[in-house]
């Protein structure tokens, strides 16, 4: 049978069983759940196949629940949409009803929260790889439209080669850089970032933050974290509007590249949206190449 659970109701006990069956699920959204302060606390479900109806885990037998899923709602700091963060294969039957089981209470858990708050909670945005066809499909059968596409891009560290623009590490652990951080990212996007979610990564993802300063101005910034089978992220790429096209974005890029091969990393990767040819081209000359799409998805 099918059991859909939240964090919350879990057992401490059970809770080390879970981090322990995470296996090919996304070990991010597991951290997120339990770390991120942009949780929406009863909407962090998990999706088991379990022999018992009552209680989870047999105190000798943890694996008589298996994990097949996981999934939670996020606030975003601009109240203009909730994000849903969702993992689970549905190649399978199982796999199958544990998704409409999560998705069932996820999407009673937004409903919930539209209803009290129309204009806060309006629309519920979920992120999926173009290349997942079953995953795609499930969602638009659940009513999820596409809206907008990303590139993921991939740039393989070569020999050295000399840097052309300094840059200095800001330390975002005091709440004044924190600050101006934020004010400068939400320049650069246009939306303000979260700053529990800067905070999740620094604390949790091992994030940090390489910037370049105009009269003690923080006008551009790349996050960069460890990726899996050594690659590191490097994203939330941003430059102030009357700073753009002189090239720092690319010379801070090219001195974080030089930095992270040196610490061993075989490669840097960013997501970026389809539709920011200027972004794109940027990547592109110093390196950077497509190697799949990401698809937005909207539920209202």
């Known amino acids: 049978m099918i059991r859909i ?47 018992k109806k009552t209680g989870l885990l047999a105190a000798n037998a943890p694996k008589k629940a298996e994990l097949l899923g996981l999934g939670v709602l996020m606030r975003n700091p601009a109240d203009t949409y909730v994000s849903l963060e969702f993992d689970v294969d549905v190649r399978d039957s199982r796999g199958v009803d544990a ?9 009673d858990c937004f409903d919930s929260l539209h209803e009290e708050e129309p204009e806060k909670y309006g629309t519920l945005r979920m992120w999926c790889k173009k290349s997942d066809t079953a995953l795609l499909e499930f969602l638009n059968d659940c009513g999820f439209s596409e809206k907008n596409e990303m590139l993921k891009m991939r740039k393989a560290f070569e020999p050295e080669k000399t840097a052309s623009e300094p840059f200095e590490m800001l330390d975002l652990l005091r709440e004044s850089e924190m600050e101006e951080y ?3 990212n939400a320049e650069g996007f246009g939306i303000p970032d979260s700053p529990n979610e800067m905070r999740f990564r620094i604390f949790h993802c091992q994030a940090r933050v ?12 790349v996050t960069v974290w460890p990726e899996k089978d050594g690659w590191s992220a490097t994203e939330n ?3 102030r509007t009357d700073f753009r096209r002189q090239g720092i974005t690319s010379g801070l890029l090219l001195a974080v590249h030089q930095m992270l091969r040196k610490e061993g990393a075989v490669g840097a990767c960013l997501n970026v949206y389809a539709d920011d040819e200027p972004a794109i081209r940027m990547y592109e ?16």
Request: glycine content about 6%.
């Open 237 to 239: 790429v941003f430059c």
């Open 210 to 221: 390489f910037g370049v300063k105009s009269k003690d101005r923080m006008i551009a910034c």
């Open 99 to 107: 998704a409409v089981g999560l998705m069932n209470h996820l999407m």
């Open 5 to 51: 659970l939240s964090y919350k109701e879990l057992k401490e006990t059970e809770k080390e069983a879970v981090f322990q069956q995470t296996g090919q699920l996304s070990p991010h959204i597991l951290k997120e759940i339990r770390f991120h302060q942009d949780v929406i606390p009863e909407s962090a479900l998990f999706a088991f196949a379990s022999e």
């Open 285 to 300: 000359k110093i390196g950077y190449r497509e190697t799949g799409r990401l698809v937005e998805l909207h539920y209202q």
């Open 182 to 184: 934020l004010n400068a």
